[in-house]
């Protein structure tokens, strides 16, 4: 690894790149994605430096060309494949299921692949896994390697399968971010969220996005509220990992939490009104002042 490639990224993400197909409207695509993606592509869209680690095809498309053109993108390489797949279905609305998830070479991904010395970056992202349990070995390396801050994300199949090792990822990690129904899942009642985030560090966040009503940014026993940007939903795969990138890319340089979450979900409101990735991957944006 030539960490000289690393030395000026502001945030480091970990996760995946996956191939996926959408069923929208009665329409097939075919694009990326992945929460790695998202979420890196996000923090670079705000004007961050970001590295991405995630398996990475031997020969790269024109869309994969792309992503590789805007960050530091290493990891486990692999034929297309064994790329990540995922097959996902919209309805409507935000509301969406997941029809399936070949992981493929994220098997490979661990912390072999990370750099040495976490330290140079602001803060260090942990992108929702196939397991949580890696999530959580992961975490406890970029502890040990001097990660500054770590923020963490999370899908409804994790939460629903192994929710004691996510909270145990959500009681480590400085920030972490979730949906509604994630969130329900793991605590039954929205009303208690407050409580259960309470910290013994000032500084860590907890933040919960409810589609088309905006999201809460939780500190210990406050909550702030943030308002929804009007969009005309066309795809909204991705548009809680677009939220959360964008947000950390914003704090990465200094940005107060409130301004960084609110410019995040006006730009997340625009990533669901094109397919796949493709807003994100236009020219960064200044953040408002």
Not at 23 to 36: D, F, K, N, P, S
Not at 104 to 109: I, K, N, S, V
Not at 186 to 211: P, Q, S
Request: charged share 20%.
């Amino acid at each position: 690894m030539n960490d000289n490639r690393i030395s000026r990224a502001a945030v480091l993400v970990i996760g995946c790149v996956s191939y996926d197909t959408l069923h929208i409207g009665g329409q097939v695509y075919h694009t990326l994605g992945g929460a790695g993606l998202y979420t890196a592509l996000a923090a670079r869209f705000v004007g961050a430096a970001v590295t991405l680690v995630a398996p990475r095809p031997r020969t790269l498309s024109p869309l994969t060309k792309a992503v590789a053109e805007r960050l530091t993108w290493f990891g486990p390489t692999t034929d297309e494949a064994h790329m990540p797949r995922l097959a996902i279905a919209h309805h409507g609305d935000g509301k969406a299921t997941l029809l399936e998830a070949e992981w493929g070479a994220e098997r490979w991904l661990d912390a072999s692949h990370l750099p040495p010395d976490l330290s140079r970056f602001d803060v260090v992202h942990i992108a929702a896994l196939s397991s949580a349990q890696k999530m959580l070995d992961l975490l406890h390396v970029c502890r040990a390697r001097g990660a500054q801050r770590i923020s963490a994300g999370t899908y409804y199949r994790i939460v629903r399968d192994e929710p004691a090792t996510v909270r145990a990822i959500f009681e480590q990690a400085d920030l972490f971010f979730m949906n509604e129904n994630e969130a329900r899942t793991l605590w039954g009642d929205l009303r208690v969220v407050g409580r259960i985030a309470k910290r013994t560090r000032e500084d860590a966040l907890l933040f919960v996005t409810f589609d088309r009503r905006g999201a809460i940014v939780v500190a210990g026993d406050s909550a702030m509220p943030i308002p929804a940007d009007p969009a005309n939903e066309v795809d909204p795969t991705g548009a809680g990992d677009t939220f959360c990138g964008a947000t950390l890319g914003a704090l990465a340089q200094g940005r107060p939490v409130f301004e960084a979450a609110r410019d995040a979900a006006v730009i997340a409101a625009r990533a669901i009104e094109q397919v796949g990735p493709a807003f994100l991957l236009g020219a960064p944006q200044a953040l408002s002042g």
